[in-house]
């Protein structure tokens, strides 16, 4: 399978490199908030949050609070979802026990305020990690739960010199993500070996960027660390990504602006 999207698509630079805000959820667990800006007609509102939840152990039930002060309300059908690393998360059901989630699985947002993604769990002596991307959008969340997108992980493309990346999101080089297209979401979780190189589609119109969930590495020839977004410039339909000494965990994450 390939893992570049045209041989002759324009490739995206970097217009910025943005710190991620550091702070602790109700439930103990540690948390890293970077947003991607909107358009340049309203450059103060945040299209895109990424929440990198973890790793850590919940030292209490409840589930993480809902989106960052001061942002727009979330509507699941846009594109808000989280994305299990470790541990699992805990999903209310009708009756009887929750439903478990497993890492590498993707879960939709719900109305639920006490737990609009389910409840971080961590096995004894475990930790428990996940990343949310959270869309704004001008409607307000609805009343449905939680709910797994599908069962089981979203598909893994593998490489020879150690380089994979998961689709989370919409379709990338022939890899359907549990989020389909039409919602108007790309997001790819990206882990690369050291020195290992990518080329992935961020495509023309989508307002986009790249987290940096761990390691360092370099986002269209743009050095980035841990916990730092790169955000994208308009214009191309490609980006590279190259990994540090120590190769570099990312997410390339876009959406449509406006919805």
Known sequence: ????PTDTAAHRSVAAVLPSARAALDSGLPVRR??????RTTPSAAVLTVEQIGPGSPSCTPSPGGP????RPLCPGDGSFAYVLDGRLLLPGDSGPR?????????LRGGDAAEPFGTPFAAPGG??????VLRASASGPSGDRPALLRPGPAPVVRRLDGTWFRVLAGRVCGAAGPLGAGAGVIA??????????????APAGHLAAVYVLAGDGRVAGREVGDGELAVLAEGGAAVRMTGGPV????LLVSARPGG
């Open 247 to 250: 190769g570099a965990d990312l």
């Open 188 to 201: 790819v979780h990206v882990s690369l070996a050291p020195g290992g190189a990518v080329e992935l589609p």
């Open 34 to 39: 970077a947003a991607l800006p909107g358009a």
């Open 1 to 4: 399978m390939r893992t570049r």
């Open 127 to 132: 930790l428990h990690h996940q990343l949310r």
């Open 99 to 107: 439903r478990s989630v497993p890492p590498g699985a993707v879960v």
């Open 68 to 71: 960052p002060a001061g942002a």
